[in-house]
């Protein structure tokens, strides 16, 4: 066997441990090396800042073990920006799982804010938890919020919670953020909640997910979308408000290059052999 | 008295090492943290799910809510699927929430994924982004014409429309590198944290040893690539 059948043919196990060690290195050791922002990530950091102040948004926390790594800290840039500008928030998650991380962002930048910033449980902001029933749900929540959830997170009952006072459908919300994770739920919003009610909305996803939403940023049914680690590291550099996704965006880019690298290899070693007539 | 948080960091290192040995290939670790993961997972949705069911339809039907009946004895119906002989009667609610979702999602599908996607198509030819949107659109749907053979002209229409589709799944590709690339980092930031990163490599040793123990003395089957 020539030397470049044996490299095509390289031991999978080999490839998983240059690649661990091409992503654990940069979080040993963090390198900061030149980032644009993408235009989707600025069309929505744009959006989040013309929101008015004093106004309620509805934020869809979808986040969960796997992807809060990811998109959890642009997450908690957003919550923290929407504090600072004094805008309300309505939490809710359609997972079960997702309903804890939701809580964790919040208390996470609540625990940023800087000193005079309120944000305080029923008045500007309130979590109700988990909704089921996937885009039925969220179809539900849209139409009429006490038919679908009667007590927030924490078991208060909503008609006690200052802040849901004069809410009961999605009229009562200027904008939607719609933080989805992995969950592909990002259609339910615009199909339950943007399109029908004719409120705008933003969103973030994992990575994997941007390709599929870019119709809706071209139809303008999304206002903007952060996408995985790096559109969390976007938010974080938009915001000025240093956080864990630059270090994580930094070791994306490291393990895609040695990605890069192995393919453009493996496939001029596959055109190299297939000249020499080797099969 | 241990930070819960701390000791789920460490458990979580523990956890993430014995998953990640799966790459090595299928072994009694990796499985038992699969189970031990799905185990988990499935008695965390049925303690919520169970959680939401009694607060917002049992405690209804219990304060006289009578119509509160039906979506309970439903999830029930929902049970008989565990019995081979009662497995009809778990398709009634099952088709009930299919056809409400599918009704719901029509009811703004039209609007939200067909008019307004196409009126996003009907651009102006007076930027290279807009051509290529124009272009890449009506070759990639013509793509799809299975019902005409690609001769003639149209030959050139598909052909076109399969370079963008190919384009598409690079970027598609790409992107769910960079997602798995994420997942891992996810992880090994809370693995290496400073604090944390001790006990990640004791695990990393004990791990490795017992796996080694087990390849040597041929108790694991070493998995072959090849």
């Known amino acids: ?279 | 008295m241990i930070d819960p948080d701390y000791l789920g960091l460490i458990v979580g290192s523990l956890v993430s090492i014995a998953a990640y040995t799966t790459l090595i290939g299928d072994n009694p670790i990796s499985k038992a943290t699969e189970n031990l993961y799905l185990g988990i997972l499935a008695g965390y949705l049925f303690a919520t799910n169970w959680d939401y069911i009694y607060r917002n339809a049992v405690t209804k039907v219990q304060g006289g809510e009578a119509l509160y009946i039906i979506p309970l004895i439903l999830s029930l119906m929902l049970l008989s699927r565990l019995k081979s002989g009662w497995m009809w009667l778990s398709r009634y609610p099952i088709v009930l929430s299919i056809g409400v979702g599918m009704g719901l999602a029509m009811r703004t599908t039209v609007m939200a994924d067909f008019v307004q996607q196409i009126q996003a198509t009907l651009l102006r030819w007076n930027s290279l982004e807009n051509i290529v949107m124009i272009l890449g659109t009506a070759t990639s749907a013509a793509y799809f014409l299975f019902t005409t053979r690609p001769t003639g002209p149209y030959r050139y229409v598909n052909r076109v429309g399969r370079v963008f589709l190919l384009i598409a799944f690079g970027v598609t590709y790409g992107q769910t590198v960079s997602f798995r690339f994420e997942l891992v980092i996810g992880r090994l930031v809370d693995m290496l944290r400073p604090d944390v990163i001790w006990y990640t490599a004791g695990f990393l040793i004990i791990i490795t040893l017992i796996l080694a123990i087990g390849y040597k003395t041929k108790r694991i089957e070493w998995y072959s690539a090849k």
């Not at chain 1, 004093?54 to 790594?69: K, Q, R």
């Not at chain 1, 957003?78 to 809580?103: C, D, L, N, R």
């Not at chain 1, 996803?205 to 940023?217: A, K």
């Not at chain 1, 596959?270 to 099969?279: A, C, D, S, T, V």
Request: charge should be positive.
């Open chain 1, 1 to 279: 066997m020539s030397r470049l059948k044996k490299l095509l043919a390289l031991d999978q196990r080999i490839i998983f441990l240059l690649l661990f060690i091409s992503l654990a290195y940069p979080i040993l050791n963090p390198i900061i090396l030149p980032m644009a922002v993408q235009d989707y990530s600025r069309m929505a950091f744009e959006f989040a800042e013309s929101i008015p102040p004093g106004s309620v948004v509805l934020f869809e926390g979808g986040n969960t073990a796997a992807t809060y790594p990811q998109t959890g800290p642009g997450m908690v840039a957003q919550i923290y920006h929407m504090f600072t500008k004094g805008v309300k928030i309505v939490f809710f998650s359609i997972g079960a799982e997702q309903q804890i991380w939701t809580q964790k962002a919040i208390d996470e930048a609540i625990s940023k804010l800087p000193p005079g910033v309120q944000a305080r449980n029923g008045i500007e902001w309130v979590n109700l938890g988990y909704i089921p029933g996937g885009e039925a749900g969220v179809g539900a929540l849209a139409n009429n919020i006490r038919s679908v959830v009667k007590k927030d997170y924490f078991g208060t009952p909503i008609d006690e919670i200052p802040l849901m006072k004069n809410i009961n459908d999605a009229r009562a919300f200027s904008a939607v953020l719609w933080w989805g994770g992995s969950e592909g739920s990002i259609p339910y919003g615009i199909r339950q909640i943007a399109v029908p009610f004719g409120i705008p909305m933003s969103g973030s996803c994992t990575t994997n997910e941007v390709p599929n939403y870019s119709p809706y940023i071209s139809a303008g049914q999304l206002k903007g979308l952060f996408g995985g680690v790096r559109g969390s590291a976007e938010y974080e550099y938009l915001l000025r408000l240093p956080g864990p996704a630059l270090g994580q965006a930094m070791a994306t880019n490291l393990g895609g290059l040695l990605w890069l690298i192995l393919v453009v290899l493996g496939n001029v070693f596959y055109l190299i052999l297939r000249m020499r007539g080797e099969k």
